[in-house]
Each structure stands twice: as structure tokens, then as C-alpha cells.
């Protein structure tokens, strides 16, 4: 049986640690989305989130400000729905 995001406190603590970022405002929205939704994220919507925190603060932050979209293994539905939420913080 695997254990979900929700039911690890660790997965919740490092979910959170990597979402602390070099550039101020990358951190400031995925910590305001975070203390937003945390709790109720599917782990569909933590593996899309996860994968966001592998890229560059910079390429993050050109899909969060709609300077570039999503492509390869990153253009999925459930990394469009984060990044539509992550865009109106």
C-alpha cells in the first residue's frame, strides 16, 4: 500500500521545503498556494506541483507570469490546473 501525500507529514514537510525559491516571488506564491490548499491537494495535484519545483526559479517563473507554457513531460492537465490556481495568487 502506498502512503499518500496527505497521510505523510514528511511528504507535507518536503513538499514545502521545495517550495522555498531563490526569487522572493516565486516563494511568496507557492507559499501563499500552499497554506491555501495543502490540505486538500489529490496526489495527482502534488506530482504536478512536484514537478514544477524541478525547474529553474526562472522557468518557473515565466510559466507563472504566462511568459511560456507548459511543454514535454511538463504539458499535462493537472500542471495547467496548478499553474491556472498559482496565477491568480
Request: proline fraction near 3%; hydrophobic fraction near 45%; avoid cysteine.
Given at each position: 500500500?502506498?502512503?499518500?501525500h496527505?497521510?505523510?507529514?514528511?511528504?507535507?514537510a518536503?513538499l514545502?521545503w521545495r517550495a522555498?525559491?531563490?526569487?522572493l516571488e516565486?516563494?511568496?506564491i507557492?507559499?501563499?498556494?500552499l497554506?491555501?490548499?495543502e490540505?486538500?491537494m489529490?496526489?495527482l495535484e502534488?506530482?504536478?506541483?512536484?514537478r514544477?519545483?524541478?525547474?529553474s526559479d526562472?522557468?518557473?517563473?515565466d510559466?507563472?507570469?504566462?511568459?511560456a507554457?507548459?511543454?514535454?513531460?511538463?504539458?499535462l492537465p493537472?500542471?495547467?490546473?496548478?499553474l491556472q490556481?498559482?496565477r491568480?495568487?
Amino acid at each position: 500500500m502506498q502512503i499518500t501525500h496527505q497521510a505523510d507529514p514528511k511528504n507535507r514537510a518536503r513538499l514545502r521545503w521545495r517550495a522555498r525559491r531563490g526569487l522572493l516571488e516565486n516563494d511568496l506564491i507557492l507559499t501563499r498556494y500552499l497554506d491555501a490548499r495543502e490540505l486538500e491537494m489529490s496526489d495527482l495535484e502534488v506530482d504536478a506541483f512536484s514537478r514544477l519545483m524541478d525547474l529553474s526559479d526562472n522557468d518557473l517563473m515565466d510559466l507563472l507570469l504566462v511568459r511560456a507554457e507548459p511543454e514535454g513531460e511538463l504539458d499535462l492537465p493537472q500542471v495547467h490546473a496548478i499553474l491556472q490556481t498559482l496565477r491568480t495568487i
